[in-house]
C-alpha cells in the first residue's frame, strides 16, 4: 500500500480535524468524547477513506457540506460521513471511475462493512470494524 506523508505526531483524530479546516468549510468534523487508539494502517485507510469520499462529494455532486464523525464502543470504530446533496444510490453508479471501488478495497482491508443509506434527507456513509 502507498502511504501517504507521515502523520507528523498527529493523531488520526487531530489530522482528520486538520483535514476539515483545510476544507474551507466544505468537511465539518465531530470528534468522539474520548481519544480513539488506531494502528497506523488502520488510520491511513480511514483518512484515505474520508478524503476520497469528501473529493468524491465536492466534485461530482450536489453537496454543500459534509460531516465527519468517528466513534468507538466496544472495540468497534465507526466513521460515518453524512452530507446535503441529492440522495446517492451506488448501485446507479456508471460512470466507471475508481471511487466506489477504492472504498470497497479500503474497507476490506480495515475487515468492515460499508453501507450507504438516506435518513431525514441527509446522506449517509457508514464504515465499521473492529480494533
Not at 106 to 116: E, H, I, M, S, Y
Request: glycine share 8%.
Amino acid at each position: 500500500m502507498l502511504l501517504p506523508p507521515r502523520f507528523n505526531g498527529l493523531s488520526l483524530t487531530q489530522f482528520i480535524a486538520a483535514y476539515a479546516q483545510k476544507s474551507e468549510g466544505f468537511v465539518s468534523y465531530q470528534p468522539s468524547a474520548g481519544a480513539i487508539d488506531i494502528d497506523p494502517e488502520k488510520s491511513i485507510n480511514l483518512y484515505r477513506i474520508i478524503q476520497e469520499w469528501t473529493g468524491n462529494l465536492r466534485h461530482h455532486s450536489t453537496a454543500t457540506c459534509a460531516t465527519v464523525s468517528l466513534a468507538e464502543s466496544e472495540g468497534e470504530i465507526t466513521l460515518d460521513i453524512t452530507d446535503n446533496g441529492a440522495p446517492f444510490d451506488p448501485s446507479a453508479v456508471t460512470s466507471g471511475g475508481l471511487g466506489l471501488e477504492n472504498l470497497n478495497r479500503r474497507v476490506k482491508a480495515l475487515q468492515g462493512t460499508l453501507n450507504f443509506f438516506e435518513k431525514n434527507g441527509t446522506n449517509h456513509i457508514s464504515v465499521k470494524f473492529f480494533k
